[in-house]
T-cell receptor, first 112, second 112 residues
Framework: DTAVSQTPKYLVTQMGNDKSIKCEQNLGHDTMYWYKQDSKKFLKIMFSYNNKELIINETVPNRFSPKSPDKAHLNLHINSLELGDSAVYFC???????????FGPGTRLTVT | AQSVTQLDSQVPVFEEAPVELRCNYSSSVSVYLFWYVQYPNQGLQLLLKYLSGSTLVKGINGFEAEFNKSQTSFHLRKPSGHNSDTAEYFCAVWSTGNQFYFGTGTSLTVIP
């Protein structure tokens, strides 16, 4: 009965590869987010989707592309991975933009 | 633009001593305020939130926070810290404009 789930939990890959992280929520929320947390714990929003439509797209390289097949899913695809992409990526969801956000457990991405 | 300032990056306290983590925000419009906790290797979990009404809000694990509009602050407090409170704490603000802003985090260490 996990509320927000992400797969995989760990991802180790080499520079230049393409990878995807999946996120699913079973809370009936209409808004989903992707965050990047660096080694200093800084949390930076990357994307926000409301009802499958992109509403926030922060300054993120276009190698990162979110895809929302339906309201319950928001996947993150990353092309041509770089060393600097190494971080923990969190998915979150909320009911509306001002609702409290529920976070997934995170995906630790390591690019070697 | 909104901003959230967590004044202390690290707060060490002895067990059973009072805990205070400070948060200030900049906003000229109505805001919702949140505190999240992140235990090691986990996602963020909501501690408490202020949407409207009473300025003193109580959350889980004995934490509370007071919304002070004149000082634009939302400090987090607990009368007596416990070792299990050791974690990273994030203050967050949502304002019209439909975006969440997270602070840079405060690492609380409760020393036995």
């Amino acid at each position: 009965d996990t509320a927000v789930s992400q797969t995989p939990k760990y991802l180790v890959t080499q520079m230049g590869n393409d990878k995807s992280i999946k996120c699913e929520q079973n809370l009936g929320h209409d808004t989903m987010y992707w965050y990047k947390q660096d080694s200093k714990k800084f949390l930076k929003i990357m994307f926000s989707y409301n009802n499958k439509e992109l509403i926030i797209n922060e300054t993120v390289p276009n190698r990162f592309s979110p895809k929302s097949p339906d309201k319950a899913h928001l996947n993150l695809h990353i092309n041509s991975l770089e060393l600097g992409d190494s971080a923990v990526y969190f998915c979150a969801s909320s009911l509306g933009g001002g609702g409290e956000q529920y976070f997934g457990p995170g995906t630790r991405l390591t690019v070697t | 633009a909104q901003s959230v300032t967590q004044l202390d990056s690290q707060v060490p306290v002895f067990e059973e001593a009072p805990v205070e983590l400070r948060c200030n925000y900049s906003s000229s419009v109505s805001v919702y305020l949140f505190w999240y906790v992140q235990y090691p290797n986990q996602g963020l979990q909501l501690l408490l939130k202020y949407l409207s009404g009473s300025t003193l809000v109580k959350g889980i694990n004995g934490f509370e926070a007071e919304f002070n509009k004149s000082q634009t602050s939302f400090h987090l407090r607990k009368p007596s810290g416990h070792n299990s409170d050791t974690a990273e704490y994030f203050c967050a603000v949502w304002s019209t404009g439909n975006q969440f802003y997270f602070g840079t985090g405060t690492s609380l260490t409760v020393i036995p």
